[in-house]
């Protein structure tokens, strides 16, 4: 079977390359993939049990159930004080890699620029080029693997129209206080930046409170929030 060219242009996956190297190896210890040690808890089962007992099986809206969505909304709210509408502000997708899939091919046009810090996540690069992106690497090592008002000018130019924000970051594992995301932020609106905010690991901020950059002043209307339950 003949497949596109652009496919032909992915490297492997460096996580599944990782995976088929330590295969057959004794005594490894795995700390790469984010799996629960415990099974899911019977209260759970039971539900998912249930609702498939009340013919719940039917296609839902595209946007994700709405009651999903509303609770969605409280807990948000509830949590970072932020309100985005359940009716036309949320959608749920199947993990932060889709919803990121999916903005990256909404806002981009072809050839169009994504500042990424380096290094990163590992699908960031491939989600970006089958969306007609182009990805701007930015070198972290010297500020702490994180990305700086001075780092993200100097990779500026005409084509970049977003910023990819991980925090807490996959791999490296460090956040963004409240003081640096406000100096980010005022980078951002300064040049009119796009920013895609892949905050999924939250939960595990614990040198200071969790600040999404969309509930600073500025910029809900730039950002599109990335969260789930991973």
Not at 25 to 53: R, Y
Not at 81 to 102: H, M, R, W
Request: contains cysteine; charged residues 25%.
């Amino acid at each position: 079977m003949r497949i596109s060219k652009k496919v032909n242009k992915m490297p492997p996956s460096g996580i599944r390359e990782f995976f088929e190297l330590v295969i057959g190896m004794k005594d490894v210890i795995s700390l790469g993939v984010g799996e629960p040690d415990f099974v899911t808890p019977w209260n759970i089962c039971e539900s998912g049990i249930f609702s498939i007992e009340k013919g719940c099986t039917s296609y839902t809206s595209n946007k994700g159930l709405y009651e999903l969505r509303l609770q969605v909304s409280r807990f948000i709210k509830n949590k970072h004080g932020i309100g985005y509408d359940p009716e036309n502000q949320i959608l749920i997708t199947t993990g932060v890699s889709e919803a990121l899939d999916l903005v990256l091919r909404g806002i981009l046009n072809p050839g169009e620029e994504v500042i990424i810090s380096d290094p990163c996540y590992v699908s960031y690069y491939p989600v970006t080029f089958m969306a007609g992106g182009k990805t701007v690497f930015v070198n972290t090592k010297d500020t702490g693997f994180k990305l700086t008002p001075s780092l993200i000018k100097k990779s500026l130019s005409k084509g970049v129209k977003a910023v990819l924000l991980n925090y807490p970051a996959n791999p490296t594992g460090v956040s963004y206080s409240k003081k640096e995301l406000l100096e980010l932020s005022r980078l951002f609106i300064k040049h009119d930046l796009i920013v895609i905010s892949d905050e999924i690991y939250d939960e595990l901020t614990y040198d200071f409170p969790h600040t999404p950059i969309s509930s600073l002043k500025g910029m809900k209307e730039r950002t599109v929030y990335l969260n789930g339950f991973s």
